[in-house]
C-alpha cells in the first residue's frame, strides 16, 4: 500500500511571496503519477499540477512548479508570486500506474495555505 | 457539459437510517469514484468502477455498497447510518488512462445524529 505524508498542516505567507509544500511518499511501486491538488472554501477539488515518475523533469503550470525528487520520494509543491486566490488546502496525492489508474488516488492530510494581505 | 454532479449538497441522518447518495457525469467517463474527506484529513477511496456492471472496493468500504448500471450514473448507498459515516463525500470520474485528471463532484455533507 502506499502513503502520502505532508508534514506542513498550515503555512501563512505575504501576497507576492514565494511558498513551499512538502510532501514524502513511500512506495514499492516503480512507475506511478503524482498530483497536487487545490481545495479552496467552496469545497470543490481542483488538479493544480501532475508529475509521471519516469519523467525527470520537473513539470510547471504558470506560478506553480514542483520539484520531484524520485529516490527520496519527495514531491514539494513551489508557488510563486503568491495571490490571495491561492489561501486553500491542498493535497498532495498519488496514483500507482499498474492499476491503470482504476484504483483511485491516496491523499495525504493536506497543507492549509494561507496567503496574507 | 456539467461535468459531475452530486445530490444532495447536504443530509441529516438519524443512526440506522439508510439514503443513497447520487452521482452522475456527463463526460462519458469509464473511471468513476466515491471518497470521503473527514475533518483535517485527506481524501480516501471507498469504492471505485472501472465500467458499468464492475465495481471494486478501495481503502474503506465497511458500510457502503454501490452500484454502476449505467456509465453515467455511480450511486453510493448507506445502508445502517452511524455516526462514524459523518463525512463529506465525493464523486470522481477520469477517462481510462492512470495520468489523465480526475474529476470532482461538488460533494455532500452528511451528518449521522
Known amino acids: 500500500a502506499q502513503t502520502v505524508t505532508q508534514s506542513q498542516p498550515e503555512m501563512s505567507v505575504q501576497e507576492a511571496e514565494t511558498v513551499t509544500l512538502s510532501c514524502t511518499y513511500d512506495?514499492?511501486?516503480?512507475?506511478?503519477?503524482l498530483f497536487w491538488y487545490k481545495q479552496p472554501p467552496s469545497r470543490q477539488m481542483i488538479l493544480v499540477i501532475r508529475?509521471?515518475?519516469?519523467?525527470?523533469q520537473n513539470a510547471t503550470e504558470n506560478r506553480f512548479s514542483v520539484n520531484f525528487q524520485k529516490a527520496a520520494k519527495s514531491f514539494s509543491l513551489k508557488i510563486s508570486d503568491s495571490q490571495l486566490g491561492d489561501t486553500a488546502m491542498y493535497f498532495c496525492?498519488?496514483?500507482?500506474?499498474?492499476?491503470?489508474?482504476?484504483?483511485?488516488?491516496?491523499f495525504g492530510k493536506g497543507t492549509h495555505l494561507i496567503i496574507q494581505p | 457539459n456539467a461535468g459531475v454532479t452530486q445530490t444532495p449538497k447536504f443530509r441529516i441522518l438519524k443512526i440506522g437510517q439508510s439514503m443513497t447518495l447520487q452521482c452522475t457525469q456527463d463526460?462519458?467517463?469509464?473511471?468513476m469514484y466515491w471518497y470521503r474527506q473527514d475533518p483535517g484529513m485527506g481524501l480516501k477511496l471507498i469504492y471505485y468502477?472501472?465500467?458499468?456492471?464492475?465495481?471494486d472496493k478501495g481503502e474503506v468500504p465497511n458500510g457502503y455498497n454501490v452500484s454502476r448500471s449505467t456509465t453515467e450514473d455511480f450511486p453510493l448507498r448507506l445502508e445502517l447510518a452511524a455516526p462514524s459515516q459523518t463525512s463529506v463525500y465525493f464523486c470522481?470520474?477520469?477517462?481510462?488512462?492512470?495520468?489523465?485528471?480526475?474529476?470532482f463532484g461538488p460533494g455532500t455533507r452528511l451528518t449521522v445524529l
Open positions: 470522481a470520474s477520469s477517462s481510462d488512462n492512470s495520468y489523465n485528471e480526475q474529476f
Open positions: 512506495t514499492s511501486e516503480s512507475n506511478y503519477y
Open positions: 508529475q509521471e515518475a519516469y519523467k525527470q
Open positions: 496525492a498519488f496514483m500507482k500506474h499498474s492499476g491503470g489508474g482504476a484504483d483511485g488516488l491516496t
Open positions: 463526460m462519458n467517463h469509464n473511471y
Open positions: 468502477s472501472v465500467g458499468a456492471g464492475i465495481t
